[in-house]
């Protein structure tokens, strides 16, 4: 994958141009134009840049996982099985998180210190125990948060299992551990959107409901 990207000053105002392009097919997957006032833009630089970074990450996963549902099911290595895992996983329906799950066990199969593998796996009991999809929900629950730790326990720099990990903390009444650790997934990815939207879900649950509107 490929980012390109131009900047234009003219009367006083500056255009951003920006696109993401697959590297292998030429494909342009993404673009956006961004025009601000040039006086304005120290102070809007960061903005821009955390919304660009962010978006493409989105088109990046978006990208991997449509390749990866397309190739056969023989073809796929440890990466293409856990991403195809989370097309499934995206679906969210009982269904297709019950597939997921078994692509993800089968990604861990191969490797077990495969930590986006048993992220997704958190992620899938995470949503089975929330959305009652199981007979024993709290089990559930109780099941995404042993994953979700293991999964940082292996590396936890990683953001998607930080948000998961706070998001089984949550449900099972740990609000203020929930914050605390959905808060270090934003130290890891400042543009991730997913755990800024939970931020404010933990905060609310914890009564923290003017910290909520912020976040």
């Known amino acids: 994958y490929i980012v390109t990207g131009s900047v234009r000053v003219r009367q006083g105002s500056i255009r951003l141009a920006v696109q993401l392009v697959d590297g292998l097919s030429g494909y342009q997957l993404w673009a956006a134009i961004y025009d601000q006032p040039i006086d304005k833009l120290p102070v809007l630089e960061e903005r821009i840049a955390s919304k660009v970074v962010a978006t493409i990450e989105l088109e990046l996963q978006k990208a991997e996982r449509t390749r990866a549902i397309k190739k056969n099911a023989d073809q796929l290595d440890v990466y293409e099985l856990t991403q195809r895992a989370y097309w499934h996983y995206a679906k969210r329906t009982k269904e297709h998180n019950n597939h997921a ?75 203020e551990a929930a914050v605390a650790t959905v808060r270090r997934a934003l130290q890891l990815n400042p543009s991730y959107a997913g755990a800024w939207a939970f931020l404010g879900h933990a905060l609310t649950a914890s009564g923290r409901f003017q910290g909520a509107v912020q976040a």
Do not use: I, M, N
């Open 101 to 175: 799950l078994q692509l993800f066990g089968a990604a861990v199969g191969r490797d077990p210190l495969y930590v986006p593998a048993l992220t997704g796996q958190a992620a899938c009991h995470f949503w089975a125990g929330q959305c009652s999809w199981t007979e024993d929900a709290e089990a559930s629950l109780r099941q995404g948060l042993r994953k979700a730790q293991d999964a940082v326990a292996l590396d936890d720099r990683y953001a998607t299992a930080q948000l998961f990990l706070a998001q089984s903390l949550l449900f099972l009444g740990r609000h």
